[in-house]
């Protein structure tokens, strides 16, 4: 079994700033990329950030200079540092991993069950 948990959300006022952190446990052999999707209330998953086991990042415009994804390959954990947020960053924030299981013989992409961030104006 392979799990994803994150953790760092919680409220804090436009302008701020939130630290979320995923640690990717269980029968892992590897990890090829992580990162970070959000979901607003009334509104699909949409793309954050990733970044791949060699460190190439890849951001969604709306948070390009304002939001960090790095990772710690000896940790299977990625973080997301998050400035000058805005209200509109207001959703739940989800993990995402492709792992190789030990059990397996590909990569599949795994899930956390999310962390609700939120802004206030």
């Known amino acids: 079994q392979v799990q994803l948990v994150e953790s760092g959300g919680g409220l804090v006022q436009a302008g701020g700033s939130l630290r979320l952190s995923c640690v990717a446990s269980?029968?892992?052999?590897?990890?090829?990329?992580m990162g970070w999707y959000r979901q607003a209330p009334g509104k699909q998953r949409e793309l954050v950030t990733t970044?791949?086991?060699?460190?190439?990042?890849n951001y969604a415009d709306s948070v390009k200079g304002r939001f960090t994804i790095s990772r710690d390959n000896a940790k299977n954990t990625v973080y997301l540092q998050m400035n000058s947020l805005k209200p509109e960053d207001t959703a739940v924030y989800y993990c995402?991993?492709?792992?190789?299981?030990?059990?397996?013989?590909?990569?599949?992409?795994?899930w956390g069950r999310g962390t609700q961030v939120t802004v206030s104006s």
């Open positions: 970044i791949t086991s060699g460190g190439i990042t």
């Open positions: 269980g029968s892992i052999l590897n990890i090829n990329a």
């Open positions: 995402n991993a492709d792992v190789k299981p030990l059990y397996d013989f590909q990569y599949r992409s795994y």
